[in-house]
């Protein structure tokens, strides 16, 4: 699992982290039993607060995505419901191939939007 933040980013590191976290997570990187690393030694590698690391961590446990235990670490025990977006992104190549667009098109699209 590679995890980056950026600190002139406009989201805040413990957003970024969070959506790190559920994206690595989402896309089975850390699979549901696994560990994710000790909040210490996730701070140091990304060079932020141990206190960013566990609210980041609270809030994928408030989610229903990790276990907290003290001493034992925080455990995946699932997935973030992603289905929802399958489906738009099936959506959205139907109206593509529909509107004549490649993927090329539909990627500027999403990355234009993305910049928002």
Same mark, same amino acid.
């Given at each position: 699992?590679? =995890?980056?933040?950026?600190? @002139?980013?406009?989201?805040?590191?413990?957003?970024?982290?969070?959506?790190? =976290?559920?994206? /690595?997570?989402?896309?089975?990187?850390?699979?549901? %039993?696994? +560990?994710?690393?000790?909040? +210490?030694? =996730?701070?140091?590698?990304?060079?932020?607060?141990?206190?960013?690391?566990?609210? /980041?961590?609270?809030?994928?446990? #408030?989610?229903?995505?990790?276990? =907290?235990? @003290?001493?034992?670490?925080?455990?995946?025990?699932? /997935?973030?419901?992603?289905? /929802?977006?399958?489906?738009?992104?099936?959506?959205?190549? #139907?109206?593509? @191939?529909?509107? %004549?667009?490649?993927?090329?098109?539909?990627?500027?699209?999403? #990355?234009?939007?993305?910049? +928002?």
């Amino acid at each position: 699992m590679i =995890l980056t933040i950026d600190p @002139r980013a406009p989201r805040t590191l413990h957003e970024q982290l969070v959506t790190g =976290l559920r994206g /690595a997570i989402a896309r089975g990187e850390v699979g549901v %039993g696994e +560990r994710l690393p000790a909040a +210490r030694d =996730l701070a140091e590698s990304l060079d932020v607060n141990v206190h960013t690391v566990l609210k /980041a961590y609270a809030e994928l446990r #408030d989610a229903g995505l990790i276990h =907290l235990r @003290r001493g034992r670490g925080a455990v995946v025990v699932a /997935a973030p419901e992603t289905a /929802a977006v399958t489906r738009a992104v099936h959506d959205l190549l #139907d109206a593509g @191939r529909r509107a %004549g667009l490649t993927l090329d098109d539909l990627h500027r699209h999403l #990355d234009e939007g993305a910049e +928002r």
